[in-house]
């Protein structure tokens, strides 16, 4: 694997897990009724998983335009990473909603 590959890989990985992170804290801060807090690291987690898909993209245009690379298991490690934290944050939106409408705010 290139060095430009693991880069874009190690991005991937590190956004995505990054994103997750923001995402938990956010449920966290709602269950406080911190909203404000809550909607930042939304916003926060969304910003690291567009960093994720520009990675992802770069991956992806290299492949388009016939340089194929080897999948490794760190490859598929990181897009299991973005897949997942994209679901987490997407679930994380709903649970700070719900609590949203149970605190009244």
């Known amino acids: ?9 190690m991005g991937l990985i590190m956004n995505s897990g990054n994103a997750k992170s923001d995402a938990m804290e956010a449920i966290q801060a709602a269950k406080e ?3 404000e807090l809550a909607d930042a690291k939304i916003a926060s987690a969304e910003e690291s998983l567009t ?8 991956l992806l245009t290299k492949e388009a335009q016939g ?3 080897t999948v490794t298991l760190l490859t598929v490690h990181s897009q299991d990473h973005l897949m997942t934290s994209i679901a987490f944050k997407d679930t994380a939106i709903e649970i700070i909603e719900l ?3 149970l605190s009244g705010k």
């Open 99 to 101: 609590h949203r409408r």
């Open 1 to 9: 694997m290139d060095e430009q590959n693991l880069e874009a890989i």
């Open 51 to 58: 960093l994720a898909h520009q990675s992802q993209t770069g």
């Open 33 to 35: 009724g911190d909203f």
């Open 67 to 69: 340089d194929h690379m």
